[in-house]
T-cell receptor, first 111, second 113 residues
Framework: NAGVTQTPKFQVLKTGQSMTLQCAQD?????MSWYRQDPGMGLRLIHY???????DQGEVPNGYNVSRSTTEDFPLRLLSAAPSQTSVYFCASSSGGNTIYFGEGSWLTVV | SQKIEQNSEALNIQEGKTATLTCNYTNYSPAYLQWYRQDPGRGPVFLLL?????KEKRKERLKVTFDTTLKQSLFHITASQPADSATYLC????????????FGSGTRLSIRP
């Protein structure tokens, strides 16, 4: 049981480039979400999903896209990276109203 | 608007003492509240969940209280140890959508020997 797996762990992007952060969970959880964490600002919700084919915006969705074609996978796409998107990104999953399991994080730097 | 506030950015206490962390929320009536621990460079790890009809919950040296009148949760670590040093986060579901889980900014706890 791997839990929540995120890749890549570290990434450096140039402004304007696009990329996808991958997230997979093997716990058959319906709920998945993406957070970003910046110093002094805690975890901020970017997008979330309550099941395959269903996604919704969180608090800071601009500049990010998500899709949920399967229960297991919830990739986060940066369409045109900006320096303001330099952050640590966490993918999470849960069975709803219960424990949230987090991945180990993806450190993204946009130069 | 709905807000979550954790009492301070950092808390520094002596080993063996009880650490008390505070989580306040406004304009909420959450069905439950959660506490997580986060170590540097790692993802948060779940510690405890307390529901609105529960006043107190315990797990080993951890105790959480939930006062829905004061809109506050207190997180206690008794007999604190240097290994308890970490950042502690509280989290609640949004009133507008129970699927949206919002986190406080965290309190960094340091236990000195």
């Amino acid at each position: 049981n791997a839990g929540v797996t995120q890749t890549p762990k570290f990434q450096v992007l140039k402004t304007g480039q696009s990329m996808t952060l991958q997230c997979a969970q093997d716990m058959n959880h319906e709920y998945m979400s993406w957070y970003r964490q910046d110093p002094g600002m805690g975890l901020r919700l970017i997008h979330y999903s309550v099941g395959a084919g269903i996604t919704d915006q969180g608090e800071v969705p601009n500049g990010y896209n998500v899709s949920r074609s399967t229960t297991e996978d919830f990739p986060l796409r940066l369409l045109s990276a900006a320096p303001s998107q330099t952050s640590v990104y966490f993918c999470a999953s849960s069975s709803g109203g219960n424990t949230i399991y987090f991945g180990e994080g993806s450190w993204l730097t946009v130069v | 608007s709905q807000k979550i506030e954790q009492n301070s950015e950092a808390l520094n206490i002596q080993e063996g003492k009880t650490a008390t962390l505070t989580c306040n929320y406004t304009n909420y009536s959450p069905a439950y509240l959660q506490w997580y621990r986060q170590d540097p460079g790692r993802g948060p790890v779940f510690l405890l969940l307390i529901r609105e009809n529960e006043k107190e919950k315990r797990k080993e040296r951890l105790k959480v209280t939930f006062d829905t009148t004061l809109k506050q949760s207190l997180f206690h670590i008794t007999a604190s140890q240097p290994a308890d040093s970490a950042t502690y986060l509280c989290a609640l579901p949004r009133a507008s959508s129970a699927s949206k889980i919002i986190f406080g900014s965290g309190t960094r706890l340091s236990i000195r020997p």
